[in-house]
């Protein structure tokens, strides 16, 4: 069961006996990673404690702005263990997505510290567990810890020059909740991710006076669904084909199925659509840019290179003073603090690892959710889940749940 933030110092936070036996599994993160691998766990008798810096699960989607609906479908973005009641319809709402992992905790009696920032994860003295250092000066000792602080951790914000000098409004898109604010406003939304090009069609029918998007590099764009079929569903069929053909195949359907908007100020893209995913960049699913920069609703513009005095310069040396900026920028893993010290991470800051594989130097730590699969990330998670708790369960050492 979730429980409140009360109850901090509640046992399953305690250290746990130094019996190498009846030490739990820790699980970092209460988002849907982590409660998909405390079922898995559960589910093979492991006992699991869900270590949740917030004061409830699913943190992350509670801040997600107003309008978001999942992109990949309901089916198929179901956790182990519960499927998403149909009512939620084909693209679940956010609200929907947040009750339902409510609702998975609840149903799945998972055992769950609420309130509680795991800051280190280390090596116990002897070798045997794992040691993690956590919120109230708290020391814990685990069989094993899985990793699920999410792929979208801490907000990103590049470094520009001269933003000092901005005075009107600057935000990250993670504060961004609604268009209200920005009625009759001048907005400039920076980059074209998913989150960029949904913010920008919100503040177009949110009644924004201009909407402009500026863009480094022209994303993928792919229609959510095409004639009844998700596009979710040719990212499962194709994601073990070679590379380039899909590629190909991408490239193909998105003349067919695409308008060029060269003329707009967004060609299409040099790289191919997968190659670009094996590189952590996820298309862009049009839930309304396509039309909105074709009418000119949403004005293309070129990337951010700075500010100076009070002005955005542009990377095609244009300059230009809107009255709100929204950051759509993306985020960091920041998972340094965490685990950065044990040789875990590549030069990007991600894990070297993923689901049921450990790094060979920190055997029993798990990483879920740092992956950007085409195939759709909760469906990846709650495979993930699967295999990490069959590891798990492989490797012993862990408390058991009575029968
Ligand atoms: C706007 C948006 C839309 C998305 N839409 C989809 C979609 O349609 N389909 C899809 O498949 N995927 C989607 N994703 C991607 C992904 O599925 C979600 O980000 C999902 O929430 C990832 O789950 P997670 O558990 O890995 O991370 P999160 O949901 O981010 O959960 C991580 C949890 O860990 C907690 N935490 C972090 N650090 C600590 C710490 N040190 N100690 C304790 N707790 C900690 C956080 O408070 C949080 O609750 C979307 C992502 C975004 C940002």
Known sequence: MAESPDSRSSTSARPTAPNRGDRPVYVIGGGPGGLAVAYALRARGIRAVVLERSGRVGDSWRRHYDRLRLHTTRR?????????????????????????????????????????????????????????????????????????????????????????????????ACE??????????DVLVVGVGNTGAEIAVDLVEGGASRVRLAVRTPPHIVRRSTAGWPAQYSGVLVRRLPVGLVDRLCRVQARVALPDLSARGLPRPGSGLYSRVLEGAIPVQDVGLVDAVRTGAVEVVAAVEGFEEGEVVLADGDRIGPDAIVAATG????????VGGLGVLDDRGRPVVHGARTPSGAPGLYFTGFTTPISGTLRELALDAQRIARAVSRAGGVSRLPA
């Open 176 to 185: 961004y909740r609604d268009a209200k604010p920005f009625a009759g406003r």
């Open 76 to 172: 198929l973005s179901a956790l182990p263990g519960l499927p998403m009641p149909r009512r939620f319809g084909r693209w679940p709402a956010r609200d929907d997505v947040v009750r339902y992992l409510e609702k998975y905790a609840e149903h799945h009696r998972l055992e769950i510290v609420t309130g509680v920032e795991v800051s280190r994860v280390e090596r116990t003295p002897d070798g045997t567990g794992w040691l993690l250092h956590a919120t109230g000066g708290r020391e814990l000792t685990g069989a094993a810890v899985v990793v699920a602080t999410g792929f979208n951790h801490t907000p990103r914000v590049p470094d520009w020059p001269g933003r000092d000098t901005y005075t009107g409004e600057f935000l990250h």
């Open 331 to 338: 985020y960091v893993r920041g998972l340094e603090g965490l």
